[in-house]
């Protein structure tokens, strides 16, 4: 199957600093990548949708200017957290697909714990 | 919006057939119900994926009935290393004419020896 990295897998930071993940489709081109966070225990929330060359989607209650998405490339998507705070410590997921309602490819995940 | 709830946990045996449904009452006509596999730490892996009547693959078979309001994901003979969280997945067609993708609450399946 199609297999999505994402970088790093874990990052602690200070309040107040910016932290960028990276997701990245290895073989194939995608067309769409998503963002999800997941809090413990709790189910994933889809953040936004970014497709390729244009601006992301935001869901609703998801701040566009703390949250910086860029999707520059079919294979390369970076989600950048912006003056990040101890409530943003969460698991951070991307996906891939070729479309909205393909059947989307998951990264392993990023773990962002935020001091 | 489609909602689609699932129970919250299920225990089980190995070698035992588990059943998982999920219900989705308000599923768009043209949308697929996707399953997928959650270990810790990990991104969600894809299990199997259906739009009606039954799918089969090599780990898992999906029987969605003629009303596609629920579907039921069935693992046979499960073994301890599916122990797991298991999503169902549908597309909700929103007002914007982009589709949004709802999670549900996830099953957590429990295997003992």
């Known amino acids: 199957g199609a297999v999505v990295s994402q970088h790093p897998s874990w990052v602690i930071c200070k309040s107040g600093t910016s932290v960028k993940i990276e997701c990245r489709s290895l073989?194939?081109?995608?067309?769409?990548m998503f963002w999800y966070r997941q809090f413990p225990k709790q189910s994933l929330m889809l953040m936004a949708t970014?497709?390729?060359?244009?601006?992301?989607?935001?869901e609703q209650g998801v701040e566009k200017d703390k949250f910086l998405i860029n999707h520059a490339s079919l294979t390369l998507s970076t989600l950048t957290v912006t003056s990040a705070h101890p409530e943003d410590s969460s698991f951070y997921i991307c996906?891939?697909?070729?479309?909205?309602?393909?059947?989307?490819?998951f990264g392993p995940g990023t773990r962002l714990t935020v001091l | 919006l489609a909602k689609t709830t699932q129970p919250i946990s299920m225990d089980s045996y190995e070698g035992q057939e588990v059943n998982i449904t999920c219900s989705h009452n308000?599923?768009?006509?043209?949308?697929?119900i996707t399953w997928y596999q959650q270990f810790p730490s990990q991104g969600p892996r894809f299990i199997i994926q259906?739009?009606?009547t039954k799918v089969t693959n090599e780990v898992a078979s999906l029987f969605i009935p003629a009303d596609r309001k629920s579907s039921t994901l069935s693992l046979p003979r499960v073994s301890l290393s599916d122990t797991a969280v298991y999503y169902c997945?549908?597309?909700?067609?929103?007002?914007?004419?982009?589709?949004?993708?709802?999670f549900g609450s996830g099953t957590r399946l429990q295997v003992q020896p």
């Open positions: 996906s891939a697909s070729l479309g909205e309602i393909d059947e989307q490819f």
């Open positions: 073989d194939f081109q995608a067309t769409t």
């Open positions: 970014s497709n390729e060359g244009s601006k992301a989607t935001y």
């Open positions: 308000n599923i768009a006509t043209n949308d697929y």
């Open positions: 259906g739009y009606k």
């Open positions: 997945l549908v597309g909700d067609l929103m007002d914007t004419g982009r589709r949004a993708l709802t």
